[in-house]
């Protein structure tokens, strides 16, 4: 059975300082103003935390195994601090560097990863449109190729780490044909930053996420080599859903975080505030909401790592891909659902001061929802758990 | 260069703080760390010795746990640590632990060190003695407080801040030194820190390895004993000037009552 070593433990100290230390003291006015740490980002390229999951000849830790978990783990303390940090790093990894790593020939490789994972640069994947989410079958946007040149149109939705001062390239996935069966062919194009065509339109307007860099793209007669292709030609749809169940787990550890924060915060809250003359927490109706807020937090924590450890035994040829997808999909459904619940009981407890920004909770609110929706919503979560079970579809 | 830094374990500031029965400090029931005023010396030591050639070593006196201020400063950069463990040390006093520590630097060094790094205060002692009294015992040159350093030609020299003034020191190496937190912005470890901390040497010496006596340390030979404790009292309310036109002259009048202005 798996369980978190003494290194892991420590690996989470460290991060936890940095996040308390570097992150903490800013959270407040970043997310008021909307705006991007692009600074924050190379410190935690220093710190490795791009590199988990990366060999040393891009500058990655280059561990034989269990680095899903190491990642897991920063984007769970990262994210108790503030989910935006969290997406940051788990979108920059899971979504910028794995593709290219996975996919990506040598000189595709060595041109972007060095970059990525130092921190000094960030990759985004833009696989949503407008009108194609989960259904990736339905992408829209086009790419032809000609005179040894791809040239794409069309647009994508909600893209992470697309937009911000130092994003050096976005992988995107177009139709480039249609197959033998008349479907679709999708295949994944990098799109360096500054390719004439190529635009990150005004960051969204977004309920919760603020810190958190995430713009529509637009692709107008857009030109890039035909060595951009990042894979096989005809396999980019097939290629993403691989990276799925990772960035279902790395979800989950982000949920984790918050439900973790929450419980911090009533904790403390429900001791120090005082009605009728008594700490709150005297309260069974108070009390009582922490104890399950408690039993959220280990649930999903539990959850979470049983998920990441399945990955990195995956890793290492000893587990199936049918039961990491199992196990990503229950992780990624309660902890998101659970992180929600949290952070209604921790505003619930802060009575009025829960509707106030003075206090990180109503952040906190704010930042849960979109657990439930992204890297699949609880419905599809939902139907991948029935198809696991062997259930009629 | 060789150069060591002495470190010490203390109970983490953000806790609740409290003492034995023996009126020593607290140190089981309480978290631990590496005295964050030490990260600056740590810093600076892994800066000079990535600017040329040179180890850095990490020495500290103290309880089990001190194990884990060495490991931080390894994960950091540091390449090797000594720690010296032995319950006769229990409750030693300043001077004694300059005693301990002198011995445990020449030990390290193998004889001098080329330069002795140490941090502003301990911050849960915060007295600023051991510096100086290490480098008594060590017969070397002192420099404390230092908020900028600079090593060459067999020297070292620093500006130290104060109030009033800016003093320029020089001493010739070796010497001992101490850092504030000006001098540096310490680095956290890396992941690769962590992963490459847990193959770097670290050896744990008792006070019969040192050649030092029990009887000159611990609790019973320390120069200054706890008699009692109490602790601080909470704050007080501050007391609200509404301001009706007369807010300035009414803040002058309270410095004025408080002797500040």
């Not at chain 1, 439900?259 to 120090?272: D, F, G, I, R």
């Not at chain 1, 709150?280 to 924590?301: K, P, T, W, Y």
């Not at chain 2, 901390?197 to 050896?203: G, L, Y």
Request: hydrophobic content about 40%; charged content about 25%; some cysteine.
């Amino acid at each position: 059975m798996f369980e978190l070593s003494k290194e892991h433990e420590e690996f989470r100290r460290l991060v936890r300082d940095f996040a308390e230390r570097e992150v903490a003291p800013h959270v407040a006015q970043w997310d008021r103003e909307h705006h991007f740490p692009t600074d924050l980002v190379p410190k935690m390229g220093e710190l490795g935390l791009f590199g988990l999951v990366v060999p040393e000849e891009y500058g990655g830790a280059g561990l034989a195994e269990g680095g899903f978990t190491y990642l897991c783990l920063a984007i769970e303390e990262l994210g108790r601090v503030d989910q935006s940090i969290g997406i940051t790093l788990s979108a920059g990894v899971g979504l910028g560097i794995n593709p290219i790593l996975t996919y990506g020939n040598a000189e595709q490789k060595q041109r972007f990863l060095p970059d990525l994972v130092a921190g000094r640069a960030l990759a985004g994947f833009g696989l949503t449109e407008p009108d194609a989410g989960s259904d990736a079958g339905a992408t829209r946007t086009k790419a032809t190729l000609a005179d040894g040149n791809w040239t794409i149109n069309g647009a994508k939705a909600f893209i992470t780490n697309s937009g911000t001062d130092i994003t050096s390239v976005v992988t995107v996935t177009a139709r480039t044909g249609t197959d033998d069966k008349g479907r679709a062919e999708i295949s994944a194009i990098m799109v360096p930053a500054g390719t004439p065509g190529f635009t990150a339109e005004p960051a969204y307007d977004k309920l919760g996420w603020h810190i958190s860099d995430t713009h529509g793209l637009t692709f107008s007669d857009c030109v890039v080599p035909e060595g951009n292709l990042l894979g096989e030609r005809g396999q980019g749809f097939k290629q993403f859903l691989k990276t799925l169940d990772d960035g279902r787990i790395a979800i989950s550890a982000l949920a984790v975080g918050l439900s973790q924060a929450c419980l911090e915060a009533v904790t403390e809250y429900a001791k120090t505030r005082t009605a009728f003359g008594k700490p709150i927490a005297v309260n069974q109706g108070v009390s009582f909401q922490i104890a399950d807020l408690a039993v959220m937090v280990e649930a999903s924590r539990q959850l979470t790592y049983k998920a990441a450890w399945l990955k990195d035994e995956l890793e290492a040829e000893r587990r199936s891909v049918a039961e990491v997808k199992q196990a990503a999909a229950i992780a990624k459904l309660y902890s998101t659902e659970a992180a929600v619940s949290a952070t209604r009981i921790a505003t619930q407890i802060f009575g009025g001061n829960g509707f106030m920004e003075e206090y990180p909770v109503a952040r906190f609110y704010r930042d849960a929802k979109i657990l439930e929706i992204g890297e699949g919503t609880s419905e599809v979560q939902r139907m991948v758990i029935a198809r696991g079970l062997g259930l009629p579809a | 260069m060789n150069i060591v830094v002495c470190v010490k374990y203390v109970p983490d500031a953000q806790a609740d703080r409290t003492f034995s029965q023996d009126n020593t400090t607290d140190r089981t029931n309480v978290d631990g760390l590496l005295s964050e005023l030490d990260e600056y010396a740590v810093e600076e030591a892994l800066k000079l010795a990535e600017a040329g050639e040179g180890e850095v070593t990490v020495v500290t006196v103290g309880p089990d746990g001190a194990a884990e201020a060495i490991k931080k400063a390894l994960q950091m950069g540091a390449d090797k640590g000594v720690h010296v463990l032995d319950d006769a040390i229990h409750g030693s006093d300043a001077p004694a632990t300059s005693l301990v520590l002198a011995e445990a630097v020449k030990k390290a060094a193998g004889g001098s060190p080329e330069l002795v790094l140490m941090g502003l205060a301990s911050t849960d002692g915060t007295m600023s003695v051991v510096p100086a009294m290490l480098a008594e015992r060590l017969g070397l040159p002192q420099i404390t407080q230092l908020s900028s350093l600079e090593i060459a030609d067999g020297k070292v020299t620093g500006r130290r801040d104060s109030d009033a003034a800016s003093d320029t020191l020089e001493a010739p190496l070796p010497a001992v030194v101490s850092v504030t937190d000006q001098i540096n912005e310490p680095r956290y470890p890396s992941f690769k820190g962590i992963m490459a901390a847990k193959k770097k040497p670290v050896e744990t010496w008792s006070l019969a390895d040192l050649g030092v006596d029990a009887g000159q340390v611990g609790l019973e030979s320390a120069w200054t004993k706890v008699e009692s404790f109490t602790a601080r009292p909470p704050r007080e309310q501050g007391e609200i000037v509404t301001d009706e036109g007369d807010g300035g002259t009414k803040l002058a009048e309270f410095l004025a009552k408080a002797k500040l202005i």
